[in-house]
């Protein structure tokens, strides 16, 4: 069943109506004390369970399940008495969810699950805020009603949300959501800054602003509120294990003008009367009011009075102490502690030090029965006993909220005030009285002067530190979330009237702010409980302590007056974990020798109060002090027997004479198993407490002890006392949220911390054994041992106590008994979840939740009993072979597990007076032979048994980074058990399991780290990355100690794949670096390698040399070489075809190479317009050549140097004279010549131009063995060596690895790129014979591969794309390469298509015609006139592969076609510029148009308007626009459908005009199209043409499309030659 399930299967509703008692919050009521008779405490039935029950001086409220509130006892405010039995239901609260409940002196108060506030009953003190109506209302509210907190401070004010409510005697406070306090009423138990009362609206208490509030309680006229401790950074905290400086050579210093009223006593002439006379008016009318009551007004104001004088506060400073936490200690732990005031009336102040001397020592001396008779006559501690002075107010469950944002950082130990009691008899401390500090402030002293909002104020508590060590507070990092883990590091602040000392402040004076309780901080107050004149704290130890009125013993100790907090005396086996106090007395709930809790009640035994029906005269006189009744009280708790019989309690509550608590019954084990659990949690975390301060911390300070332990094991203790801490904290804070989980009823089970931290309890428990461990591996606990013997002294006995071992057992063991004991804790959890497991059912979440950190606990338990016992065997390896040649191998975390001293364990072939001992550790196998070892690690061994052979060898391979060598065993059942050991610590030391596998079975592949020792490649090269059998494989980092660094992929021990390597050159001083492919550790493949020089280059590599395609680029302007090369590479030099772009020169080489020479046919084109193909030999220019300048002069002949004649040939003119001969002299300086010049005559001048063209190209490397290079690099990255010639499938095995790779690799990727990459991973369809249907598929396909590089064809036109800008694009563009650029560009799609072939082989040859209807391809139609025209589909590899390439190459490409065609373009342009400056119908025409087809209408905005002679730009202007597209289309496919498109929109706007069908004729189209193409105003119109002529498919040449370009060409060439208008 489930927890719900659980606390509602006794709330059916038939069992509701049957009054069916239930099984949680089960409540009993008792009226406190009694003579001699046995209390029975009353058991009220209800058929809810109660959630939480708030006592009032002579009321009470309930709150059930669900919200409900219910009232009982005296309501004065209603005039009703109502028993517990039948308590009455507050209707004004229904339908409101009630979260919380709180009872003042006479008044009530509840909290909403939202956060609201309502209140009602007594009101004369302003406790129940503003109310409406006469003056009546305002002395009693009747009903219920919501009181609202505004924050006014901030704009716009918004409301307060309230977690937390109490209720005192004549004030209320509520403390927010932020932390924050806000009260009202009267009084100075306000802590208001305001002298004006009542105070009826809630104010912040704004002397805690800025600080962390948890819980509050309210005393009678006085409140106590727990806040978390806010850090300071100690800068002279001391060191560990050396003395502490003392801080009596440190003098006090403060500003004299520094505000500080540490306290004020309370004067009758400043008491205000009003309110006191008003609510006794009130209460006259009412039973049950005691008249002794009505003569005590409370003050609702403070002042310094006249007719008393005070005796001035003497602060004592008290050392810390000695065995204080220097981990954690914060200057908390030094603050002066208030001695007692004493007022004397006879005396203004103590004349000197041996007067105070005087009266403490009779302070000391006095009795406990002299004490309680000089205060029966104080008519203020009178007070106490009446019931117009008495109250109770519930705590605060808000600590369990607290955050821990500071809890696991370490805790301040500080001194405790437990420690001042009897402080009167030490003479010591009465010397520090008189050399105390005589100023103590309520405001920071360093705030004084500065000037800020109050609401974020952080005061501070009194201070005796010097300005330099005043620090600011810092908040120290959480591990947790907030509202997580409970505070410990609390203080508690209290303020109001101080009559019985019940602020404990050391005095009697009142306070009118908060004030901080130093003796309480450090001590771990986790709650605060506040009595009628008493005020108690609960500690997460258990310890309660207890101050102020102590006339019946309430205080719990005889300590009496007690004005500051003294420890309630407790047996030893008694652990207190909840307080309430009442008018009177207090409760106690404790933890026994059993699960169950035990009561334990402290305070006045009284005689049985009357009867209800007796008059109450008689009872208020039952309520007069007597002396018969403070003669009759507990000295220490007592404990009370029927708790026993009441099953499991879970909270008490006390207020006025009665008490109360709450139980619950144990539902299928579920009760005790909890109860079990906090139990043993807090018992843990007391033994803790006990361990650190009686053994750790006084060897922390000891000056003695760091040479003692010497300095490893002074830093594995530290290590150990931090860890310890550490473990501490947890607990603590641990026991203290398992307590709150039994204060509130409904909570899951699933939010326990062992449950929702469980990793956080498994580390911190791991750090601690591993700590324990160490230290005593190194032998610390010896030396530990002495040393707690001289701390000791006569407590040695205790040290066993601890360990719950012999008192007589002594030694080393026994102190780590006691260290290693916490690890018992582990089980105990185990244990209890799997009680708590029992409780539900397998399938529910609880369950689960339970089953699965009970087996974690479990599984730790086992493992850290496993760990201890290597330890223990480790320090005695140690002990036994102890010496120079193991010294080096001992190490604080390494364990002994397995040795082969009797030679059980020796090496294969060795001789027989050799000396093998193999050590096995938990991190490395050592092998000792003779003085010298050799260590292996573990997490670098492989280990592989080897079959039995004929001799009975039992024999283990072992396998190491450097090395392989087989161990011998004496015995099978040696060798399994080395083999156990050995394969148990590699799995652990991967896994971090260590259960132990099967012989042999080890994980091959690992990562690690490691240094190479032997010769070779790796030499003193440190690796971190993957491992397989021994061998560096797979991804890692290699450093060589020469600066080197290899990131990147090994295979069987070398570099092998993807890789970048940082190479330093020592002459530079620089660092070259190297990214791309590897193989067998050398530098093969493609990449890019960054040279310390400057130069990159950027291409393909093999065995370390660049090889195929490349490009090297240097940007060194200071060297010759400066500049651009791309081509082939053999053997690391320049050999093939190659680009070389010399920017020093201004030359561009496009040609052979030759062992890094120009060598053979090239191209060489200048900066200056000179154009020069011939051939090259060693690196310059060498026999037949052709020069042309850029005037168009030409010489074709012989060459012997660059730009140097020598030898025959011919010079050609531009206007075509020729001079012929033999010329001598270099180009740029002058020629000599001996020929003969020829002028042009008339019949050659029609064949001018056709002679320069044929000239050209005679020398230049052929366009098909351009770029071998590259079409090699993309068939190797399909798996081809030679092109054309591989398996197919493994081509596209390759892709796909290419693709997938990229995607995982690839980091930077966007969002469309790893769309296209995942269309990509998959392989289409490949084989079968390529149809129009599939054909359109295959042209998808090809698109997304080249738009990414990281596909095979992708590269490849990202590398043409960057080769053809490199040859053609830049300041020596040569208008002259065109028939060479257009050439490149065939031979691309050539090469292109045969690897496309090589793909899908069903593709035909370029020209083949698919059988099919197309779907994709060009259309051809052979017969335009025909009536039903036919269409085939032809496979063009231009029109397949142009768009693709077309695109990137079409600026260089287009800007030659420019260049080359200048002139004409120029011709074009103005007859353009000219022609277009006619109105429409004029050059219609001029152009002789017909006028049938001159168009007479135009629509402008949708309406139609004549065209009139002087209109222009307005005919034809869709047909105009649309042929104006054609500069932005990039293929000729492309263009010749805009110049289709633009005939379609020309017929579109004539067929209206026309009759009948009309049929074009070129007479008619051409001049028409000739206005289109006019009025188009297309720039750079020639080289569109000419581009559309040179690379449109030849297979559409004769069609209809062919026509409409033929149509095009004319317009352009009639436009050049158009004269004038």
Not at 329 to 353: I, R
Not at 1018 to 1027: I, P, R
Not at 1214 to 1239: C, M, Q, R
């Amino acid at each position: 069943m489930t927890s719900e399930e659980m606390e509602n299967e006794e709330q059916s509703p038939a069992e509701e109506q049957a009054g069916s008692p239930p099984q949680r919050g089960l409540l009993h009521i008792w009226q406190s004390g009694g003579p001699s008779e046995p209390l029975s405490p009353e058991r009220v039935l209800l058929s809810q369970c109660v959630l939480q029950v708030a006592l009032g001086e002579h009321h009470g409220l309930l709150l059930a399940q669900c919200g409900p509130v219910y009232s009982f006892g005296e309501l004065l405010w209603r005039g009703l008495s109502v028993p517990p039995s039948a308590p009455l239901l507050e209707a004004a609260l229904q339908g409101t969810t009630v979260v919380h409940v709180a009872c003042g002196g006479f008044h009530c108060g509840a909290l909403s699950e939202q956060g609201g506030i309502y209140m009602w009953g007594e009101n004369t003190a302003g406790q129940c805020g503003p109310s409406d109506g006469d003056s009546d209302s305002n002395v009693t509210v009747a009903e219920p009603y919501p009181l609202a907190v505004v924050d006014n401070e901030v704009v716009p004010p918004v409301a307060v949300r309230i977690v937390d409510l109490a209720c005192g005697r004549e004030h209320s406070l509520a403390l927010s959501a932020q932390n924050e306090l806000w009260a009202w009423g009267s009084g100075c138990q306000l802590g208001l800054v305001t002298s004006n009362f009542p105070v009826w609206k809630p104010q912040k208490v704004e002397h805690l602003a800025g600080r962390h509030v948890i819980q509050v309680a309210c005393g009678a006229y006085h409140s106590l509120a727990l806040v978390r401790c806010l850090h300071l950074q100690n800068p002279n905290t001391p060191k560990p294990l050396e003395r502490r400086p003392s801080k009596r050579d440190e003098p006090f210093t403060a500003e004299d003008a520094h505000y500080c009223p540490l306290g004020v006593e309370l004067t009758e002439s400043m008491t205000a009367e009003t309110s006191a006379n008003k609510r006794s008016k009130q209460r006259s009318r009412q039973p049950g009011v005691s008249h002794e009551s009505q003569a005590d007004p409370c003050p609702y104001s403070c002042g310094i009075s006249d007719d008393k004088e005070n005796v001035p506060l003497a602060s004592a400073e008290i050392e810390p102490d000695e065995h204080a936490d220097p981990l954690t200690q914060t200057d908390s732990c030094t603050t002066s502690y208030p001695l007692p005031a004493l007022t004397d009336k006879k005396k203004t102040a103590l004349p000197n030090e041996l007067e105070l001397h005087k009266l403490l020592q009779k302070l000391s001396g006095h009795s406990l029965e002299m004490q309680h008779s000089k205060r029966l006559g104080d008519a203020d501690s009178l007070s106490s006993h009446t019931s117009d002075d008495s109250f109770s107010s519930t705590p605060s469950n808000e600590l369990l909220h607290t955050s821990c944002e500071n809890d696991l950082t370490f805790r301040s130990e500080v001194v405790r005030s437990s420690s001042l009691v009897g402080l009167e008899e030490d003479p010591l401390w009465k010397k520090k009285v008189m050399l105390s500090h005589k100023s103590s402030s309520l405001t920071d002293i360093n705030l004084k002067g500065k000037k800020g909002n109050r609401r974020f104020s952080l005061p501070a508590t009194p201070t005796n530190a010097t300005p330099r060590r005043q620090q600011h507070c810092r908040s120290k990092p959480s591990s947790f979330p907030e509202n997580d883990f409970p505070s410990l590091e609390t203080e508690v602040w209290s303020w109001g009237r101080g009559s019985e000392g019940q602020l404990g402040h050391g005095d009697q004076l009142a306070r009118l702010q908060p004030l901080c309780i130093k003796s309480l901080t450090g001590e771990e107050v986790i709650k605060v409980a506040a009595g009628s004149h008493h005020s108690l704290a609960l500690t997460a130890q258990c310890q309660v302590y207890s101050w102020g009125s102590n006339m019946c013993g309430q205080l719990g100790h005889v300590n009496s007056p007690a004005t500051v907090p003294q420890q309630a005396t407790l047996s030893d086996d008694l652990r207190a974990w909840d307080v309430s106090a009442g008018q009177s007395h207090s409760l106690l709930l404790a933890d026994g020798d059993g699960v169950q809790p035990v009561l334990l009640y402290c305070g006045q035994q009284q005689e049985p109060r009357p009867k209800r029906n007796e008059t109450s005269c008689q009872r208020a006189r039952s309520d007069q002090p007597s002396q018969n009744r403070a003669e009759s009280y507990t000295v220490r708790p007592s404990l009370m027997p029927f708790c026993i019989e009441m099953g499991y309690i879970s909270s008490v509550c006390s207020g006025g004479h009665k008490c109360a608590l709450l139980t619950d019954r144990n539902v299928s084990g579920f009760i005790l198993a909890i109860h079990e659990l906090a139990s043993i949690e807090r018992k843990f975390y007391c033994w803790l407490s006990s361990v650190r301060k009686l053994l750790l911390m006084p060897i922390f300070y000891k000056e003695k002890a760091r040479p003692s332990l010497g300095e490893p094991c002074t830093r594995l203790f530290l290590s150990f006392y931090k860890t310890s801490v550490c473990l501490s904290i947890l607990i603590g804070q641990h026991s203290t949220s398992l307590t709150h989980f039994l204060h509130v009823l409904r909570r899951d089970v699933t939010s326990l911390h062992l449950l929702t931290h469980t990793q956080h309890f498994l580390d911190i428990y791991t750090e601690y054994c591993s700590a324990v461990g160490d230290f005593q591996v190194m032998g610390g606990l010896q030396s530990l041992h002495k040393l707690s013997l001289e701390c000791l002294g006569s407590k040695q006995t205790k040290l066993a106590q601890l360990s719950e071992l012999d008192p007589s057992a002594s030694g080393d063991g026994d102190l780590a008994s006691v260290l290693y004991w916490p690890l018992q804790q582990l089980q105990q959890y185990s244990r209890v979840l799997f009680q708590l497991e029992s409780c539900f059912d397998m399938l529910t979440a609880e369950y689960q939740s339970l089953h699965q950190s009970a087996v974690q606990y479990e599984h730790l338990s086992v493992t850290l009993q496993r760990r201890k016992k290597e330890a223990e065997a480790t320090f005695l390896f140690w002990k036994t072979h102890s010496g120079k040649n193991t010294e080096g191998l001992r190490l604080p975390q390494r364990r002994v597990l397995c040795e082969s001293s009797n030679r059980t364990l020796t090496l294969q072939g060795a001789g027989r007076f050799s000396n093998h001992w193999f050590i096995l550790f938990n991190d490395a196998l050592v092998h000792i032979q003779f003085s010298t070892h050799r260590v292996y690690p573990v997490n670098l061994l492989w280990v592989k048994p080897l079959p039995e052979n004929d001799s009975g060898c039992y024999a283990i391979k072992m396998s190491c980074p450097e090395e392989t060598f087989i161990l011998v065993a004496s015995t099978p059942q040696e060798k399994n058990k080395w083999l156990h050991f050995l394969n148990q610590e590699v799995d652990r030391v991967l896994s971090g399991g260590g259960q132990g596998s099967s012989p042999g079975i080890t994980a091959m592949s690992r990562t690690a780290s490691y240094t190479f020792m032997g010769d070779g490649r790796f030499k003193d090269a440190q690796y971190t990355g993957s491992w397989l059998a021994g061998r560096v494989h797979g991804r890692g980092t290699m450093r060589w100690r020469d600066g080197r660094i290899y990131t990147g992929n090994f295979k069987n021990g070398l570099e092998d794949g993807y890789g970048e390597c940082m190479i330093p050159d020592k002459l530079l001083n620089k660092a070259g670096c190297y990214q791309g492919q590897w193989r067998d550790g050398k530098i093969h493949g493609f990449g890019i390698y960054r040279y310390a020089t400057g130069e990159v280059y950027e291409g393909c590599f093999n065995d370390g040399q660049r090889h195929g395609y490349g490009m090297l680029r240097s940007g060194k302007m200071d060297k010759t070489s400066s500049g651009v090369f791309i081509g082939q590479w053999v053997c690391d030099k320049r050999t093939g075809y190659g680009v070389s772009d010399d920017i020093t020169r201004g030359e561009k080489y496009m040609g052979m190479w030759l062992d890094d020479e120009r060598h053979g046919s090239a191209v060489v084109v200048t900066q200056y317009g000179v154009y020069f193909e011939g051939n090259f030999r060693e690196n310059k220019m060498s026999g037949p050549g052709l020069l042309v300048s850029d005037d168009d002069t030409a010489f074709h002949g012989e060459f012997s140097e660059d730009w140097t004649a020598n030898g025959k040939g011919v010079l050609s003119l531009a206007n075509g004279d020729t001079l012929e001969g033999h010329f001598s002299g270099e180009w740029s300086t002058g020629l000599k010549v001996d020929g003969i010049y020829s002028k042009l005559s008339t019949d050659e001048i029609e064949d001018k131009d056709k002679k320069n063209l044929m000239r050209l190209g005679q020398y230049v490397v052929a366009a098909d063995e351009r770029w071998v290079c590259v079409f090699d690099e993309s068939w190797r990255r399909l798996g081809c060596d030679i092109p054309g010639r591989g398996e197919r499938t493994v081509a596209w095995e390759n892709i796909a690895v290419s693709i997938s790779s990229a995607r995982r690799h690839s980091t930077d990727l966007s969002r469309s790129q790893s769309k296209v990459l995942e269309c990509l991973e998959c392989i289409p369809h490949h084989v079968e014979a390529v149809t129009t249907t599939n054909y359109d598929n295959i042209r998808k396909y090809l698109t997304k591969a080249c738009e990414t590089p990281f596909h095979p064809l992708g590269w490849l036109v990202e590398t043409l794309v960057t080769v053809y800008r490199m040859t053609y694009l830049g300041v020596e563009s040569n208008h002259r390469l065109l028939r060479e650029a257009v050439k490149e560009v065939q031979a691309y799609i050539k090469h292109f298509y045969s690897i496309i072939r090589f793909l899908f082989p069903g593709l035909p040859e370029d020209g083949s015609v698919l059988p099919d209807t197309p779907v994709s391809p060009c259309r051809i139609r052979y017969s335009s006139y025909s009536e039903e025209p036919s269409f085939v589909s032809v496979v063009s590899c231009s029109t397949l592969l142009l768009p693709l390439l077309l695109p990137q190459l079409y600026q260089p490409l287009f800007m030659l076609y420019c260049l080359h065609d200048e002139q004409q373009e120029v011709q074009y342009w103005e007859r353009i510029i000219r022609l277009n400056k006619q109105p429409d119908q004029s050059l219609l025409s001029f152009l002789g148009v017909r006028q049938k087809f001159w168009p007479k209408w135009m629509s402008v905005l949708g309406e139609k308007k004549e065209i009139v002679s002087s209109s222009k730009d307005v005919s034809f202007g869709s047909a105009v626009e649309t042929l104006q597209q054609i500069s932005t289309t990039f293929t000729p496919s492309d263009k010749l459908l805009v110049i289709q498109n633009t005939f379609e929109e020309l017929t579109q706007e004539i067929k209206p005009m026309q009759d009948g069908d009309f049929l074009w004729c070129m007479d008619d189209l051409l001049p028409l199209f000739l206005y289109i193409v006019l009025r188009a105003r297309i720039r750079n119109l020639g080289a569109e043409v000419s581009m559309i002529e040179d690379l449109m498919d030849p297979n559409i040449q004769h069609g209809e499309l062919g026509l409409m370009f033929t149509t095009l060409k004319a317009c352009y060439m009639q436009i050049q030659l158009e004269s004038p208008i």
